[in-house]
């Protein structure tokens, strides 16, 4: 029996860490005949139908897709995900069907490889919202015309988070906004600051209102590291909340090396498709736009914690 059932997987192109993995056609349409009497609102009030879907998702292709991407995501040397569908654009009819079919399969994809968080932002289990031309945000996440530099996700909260999830569902007149990503073990300057004396010392974490999100919460920029002795980050420029000069600097350099770092992979994210990476040794962050008056595009994200699995594979 094939080891993907439904789906293949090649590595990127340009990117060997990052793996592609491709949705054939008609396992995408015969998802959609399984799952589309459940409208977007039953998933968002139902969590049982977020792990029905899941098995749904996980039956078509015999187990084997939940395996792989957790096994993958794990890994040190990849830990990074492109899924995409074989011509996406004839899988739906319409708008609303496109960007509903879109939402029950990631929801499949995360309940398939552990536990959505909540969400603040959002108050759900994932969180959607558009990128235009003209923003007043108080983060960079919607800002068009600026980079969103590298970082982790949920540097701010208390809950682990072990994996992201971004999808991009649609765009229109876009030019530029490529997907960063970058592996830590890629950072030409990483032991200049994980040997730091700050290193591992706590920092305190705050973000702005439109995160929803009351408390302020301390952790380390480099957590405690990975079963093999690597290390693991959990950092974001806008939210860490410095108290002295040397923290400043330190997280200013630090800041500066990411950004001027070589070895950033560029992702162009067709519509439908979605990156996954494992949070703790992956930075991601998103290059600027050219400025469209019409720029729109649509976003969903959802990050949280893995699953077990019994049928998981572990190296000794």
Not at 52 to 81: E, H, M, P, V, W
Not at 159 to 166: A, F, G, L, Q
């Amino acid at each position: 029996m094939s080891a993907h059932i439904g789906f293949e997987v090649n590595p990127h192109k340009d990117y060997q860490r990052l793996q592609v993995v491709t949705l054939s056609k008609d396992l995408v349409e015969k998802f959609d005949e399984l799952t589309s009497q459940y409208d977007v609102q039953s998933i968002e009030y139902k969590p049982f139908l977020r792990f029905f879907i899941a098995k749904c998702l996980s039956d078509l292709t015999q187990n084997t897709l939940g395996d792989y991407l957790t096994s993958t995501l794990k890994n040190r040397s990849t830990g990074a995900i492109l899924m995409q569908c074989i011509d996406p654009e004839g899988i739906s009819k319409s708008h609303d069907t496109f960007i509903d079919l879109n939402i029950r399969i990631s929801t499949a994809i995360s309940h398939l490889i552990g536990l959505p968080n909540l969400d603040s932002m959002s108050g759900k289990f994932y969180a959607r919202f558009s990128v235009k031309n003209e923003d007043n945000s108080d983060s960079y996440l919607r800002q068009a015309h600026r980079r969103m530099e590298l970082h982790n996700d949920g540097t701010y909260v208390k809950e682990k988070t072990d994996w992201v999830i971004m999808q991009k569902m649609l765009e229109k007149n876009v030019e530029g906004g490529d997907s960063l990503l970058l592996h830590l073990d890629d950072w030409q300057e990483l032991s200049k600051f994980y040997d730091h004396p700050l290193a591992k010392k706590d920092f305190q974490w705050g973000s702005p209102s439109s995160k929803n999100v009351s408390y302020k919460t301390s952790h380390p920029i480099f957590l405690d590291d990975d079963k093999d002795g690597n290390p693991m980050m959990s950092y974001i420029d806008q939210f860490v909340e410095p108290k002295n000069i040397e923290e400043g600097v330190y997280l200013y350099e630090l800041g500066e090396s990411l950004e001027n770092e070589s070895n950033t992979y560029h992702v162009k994210l067709p519509e439908g498709s979605m990156i996954i990476i494992n949070n703790y040794f992956w930075v991601h962050g998103r290059d600027k736009f050219t400025a469209n008056k019409n720029l729109h595009r649509e976003l969903l994200r959802q990050r949280g914690v893995f699953a077990e699995y019994k049928n998981e594979t572990t190296s000794n």
